[in-house]
Nanobody
Framework: QVQLVESGGGLVQAGGSLSLSCAAS????????MGWYRQAPGKERELVAR???????NYADSVKGRFTISRDNAKNTVYLLMNSLKPEDTAVYYC???????????????WGQGTQVTVSA
């Protein structure tokens, strides 16, 4: 069994900062990509940022220059530092990991339970 446990999030005023973290646990052989997605009410889930095991990252245009994703491979943990937050960043943020379980030959996607980020104007 693999679990992704998120922490962080909450309520912040526009212009403020928040940090999210997500730790993957269980019988994990390797993790390829870790990332963050978000879903606002009435909208589809969208990619925010993702990072591969080597450290290369890509971001949604809407968060470039404001958000920074990083990961600690030894801890199977991914982080998202969010600066200069805007009301339009309000959403449920989901952690995602594409990984290989011990004894399994294929990769699979796993999701965290989601954490609410609310940015007030």
């Amino acid at each position: 069994q693999v679990q992704l446990v998120e922490s962080g999030g909450g309520l912040v005023q526009a212009g403020g900062s928040l940090s999210l973290s997500c730790a993957a646990s269980g019988r994990i052989s390797s993790i390829n990509t870790m990332g963050w997605y978000r879903q606002a009410p009435g909208k589809e889930r969208e990619l925010v940022a993702r990072i591969i095991s080597g450290g290369s990252a890509n971001y949604a245009d809407s968060v470039k220059g404001r958000f920074t994703i990083s990961r600690d491979n030894a801890k199977n943990t991914v982080y998202l530092l969010m600066n200069s937050l805007k009301p339009e960043d309000t959403a449920v943020y989901y952690c995602n990991a594409n990984l290989k379980r011990v004894g399994v030959t294929f990769d699979a996607n796993y999701w965290g339970q989601g954490t609410q980020v609310t940015v007030s104007a």
